[in-house]
């Protein structure tokens, strides 16, 4: 028995619902960065899995938007992790809940 | 390694392993959402990825599959151990958990697998497809792909430009 596509959108939609567990539940910073990143990866894995599926693979159309996708999620990952530590240095923590400067 | 047989068409999806990728994967992204240490979570969030990389080589995707683990277990787990490292003085754990996020992220599942398992025409096994190799992409890229191509370089660069400026020390 070979796996089918519906079977890969089901772990790729329990990945997506883990990262969002990470990002809505965790009150680090880093935690939401990686949860959002979790949920990216298993955006990349339904574009894979959908390629990978269709009778005509002649276009490799969702290996490449799998390419840039990653390269996108790194310069998310890169400029998220400065913001960490830019907030860092300035509040000394990075506690999500406690960054409530803005609130009005 | 389904890249020494290219040319012959993609070895048949073995069911055995994709089992044993999907609980190494998916127990590892829920040790990396759930577990209290930092360091211990980013740890998992590396072998998620490696998780996520078998994923594609087991779709035939090998060269997506390599970019993956040197993307993000080369990089950005490093990254952010370095940055659990340099924050580290406040909290080496994280206390907070909020047990709503619990109900949203299941709602959204229920959701997801509903959808799902309602859709008929996805439940289909793999055709057979002729291998996908490096100098496919490569061609693709420099052709229909130009355009995207130039666009992902000006934003990383503008990406690692701007990380630079933001933890740069503040002048006093």
Known sequence: MMPTLSIFLVVSAALFCIGLLAALSRRHAIFILIGIEMMLAAANLNFIAFWRFNPQPQQPTGVMVAIFSIAIAAAEAAVGLALVIAVYRHYRTTNVDQLDQLKG | ?172
Not at chain 2, 12 to 27: K, Q
Not at chain 2, 54 to 82: D, N, R, S, T
Not at chain 2, 116 to 130: G, H, L, N, Q, V
Not at chain 2, 138 to 147: K, N, R
């Open chain 2, 1 to 172: 390694m389904q890249s020494a047989f290219a040319g012959h068409a993609f070895c048949r999806m073995n069911s055995v392993a994709f089992i044993l990728i999907a609980i190494l994967t998916l127990a590892a992204a829920l040790a990396a959402a759930t577990l209290q240490k930092l360091m211990h979570a980013a740890l998992s969030f590396a072998l998620t990825f490696v998780g996520i990389a078998a994923f594609f080589f087991l779709l035939g995707a090998e060269f997506v599959g390599l970019v993956q683990i040197f993307v993000y277990i080369g990089a950005v787990a490093v990254l952010i151990v370095f940055t659990i490292l340099l924050t580290r003085r406040d909290v080496e754990k994280d206390r907070g958990f909020n047990w709503s996020g619990v109900v949203v992220a299941l709602a959204v599942f229920g959701g997801l697998i509903w959808a799902i398992f309602k859709t008929r025409s996805i439940s289909i096994t793999a055709p057979e497809i002729p291998a996908l190799t490096v100098e496919r992409i490569g061609q693709v890229l420099m052709t229909g792909y130009v355009w995207p191509l130039q666009c992902v370089g000006l934003l990383l660069t503008a990406a690692l430009i701007g990380a630079l400026i933001l933890v740069m020390e503040e002048k006093r």
